[in-house]
C-alpha cells in the first residue's frame, strides 16, 4: 500500500525559514511526480510545488517563486520543502501528494505557524 | 492556466443521492480532473479521475456509491445512497504541463 509520511513542521518567526520532509514507501517512488499543497486555516487546498519523478524539473505556485525549494532523493524515497523567508500567510497545513496526473496518495499533513 | 468553480455548499438527506459540480474555465473544457473528499480533521483522500469522454476510474478502496461523469465543462461526482461519513469537504483538481489547481472546495451536509 502506498503511503507518504510528513514531517518537520512547527513554529517559526516572520521571515525565518523551516524545511519539510516527506518519506514514502509502497510504490516506485521514481516514477512519480510529487507535490507540496497547503491548507491554511479553514481554507482550502492550495497546491504550492511539485517535482518531476526524475528530480529535473520543479515547477512553483507564483506565491512561494524565490521562497521556496522543492527536491528530492530517490536513493531514500524522500521529497522536502525547504521554505525561506516565510510570512503570516505561509501558516497553514501542509500535505506531500503523490501523482503525476491527479494526487492519488497524500502524506498526513504537518502544520506550519508562521507568527511572533 | 485552467481554473475550478465549485458550489460553496450541497445538502442531502441520508440515504438519498446527491450530484456536486466542478466547472472547467474557458478553453479547459477538454482536460481530466480528479475528486477528493476531505473529511472533517483528516487529510484529503483521492476519490476518482475524470475524463472529458465521462470515463471515469475510482482509486482504491473507493466504494461504488461514488460515480463520477461529465458533460461539456462540467465534471461531476455522484454520491449515492448518502452515509453519514459522506459529510465531508469535496476538492476537483486539475492539473497541466507546469502546475496543478483546484477548485475551492463544496461542503456537503448529510441531513
Known amino acids: 500500500e502506498a503511503q507518504l509520511l510528513d514531517s518537520g513542521g512547527g513554529l517559526v518567526l516572520p521571515g525565518g525559514s523551516l524545511r519539510l520532509s516527506c518519506g514514502a514507501s509502497g510504490f516506485t517512488f521514481s516514477s512519480y511526480s510529487m507535490s507540496w499543497v497547503r491548507q491554511a486555516p479553514g481554507k482550502g487546498l492550495e497546491w504550492v510545488s511539485g517535482i518531476s519523478g526524475s528530480g529535473g524539473r520543479t515547477y512553483y505556485a507564483d506565491f512561494v517563486k524565490g521562497r521556496f525549494t522543492i527536491s528530492r532523493d530517490n536513493s531514500k524515497n524522500t521529497v522536502s520543502l525547504q521554505m525561506d523567508t516565510l510570512r503570516g500567510e505561509d501558516t497553514a497545513v501542509y500535505y506531500c501528494?503523490?501523482?503525476?496526473?491527479?494526487?492519488?496518495?497524500w502524506g498526513q499533513g504537518t502544520m506550519v505557524i508562521v507568527s511572533s | 492556466q485552467p481554473v475550478l468553480t465549485q458550489s460553496s455548499s450541497a445538502s442531502a438527506s441520508l440515504g438519498s443521492s446527491v450530484r456536486l459540480t466542478c466547472t472547467l474555465s474557458s478553453g479547459h473544457s477538454f482536460y481530466v480532473i480528479a475528486w477528493h473528499q476531505q473529511q472533517p480533521g483528516k487529510a484529503p483522500r483521492y476519490l476518482m479521475k475524470i475524463e472529458n469522454s465521462g470515463t471515469y476510474k475510482r482509486g482504491s478502496g473507493v466504494p461504488d456509491r461514488f460515480s463520477g461523469s461529465s458533460s461539456g465543462a462540467d465534471r461531476y461526482l455522484t454520491i449515492s445512497n448518502l452515509q453519514s461519513e459522506d459529510e465531508a469537504d469535496y476538492y476537483c483538481e486539475t492539473w497541466d504541463s507546469v502546475l496543478w489547481v483546484f477548485g475551492g472546495g463544496t461542503k456537503l451536509t448529510v441531513l
Open positions: 501528494a503523490k501523482g503525476n496526473d491527479g494526487f492519488d496518495v
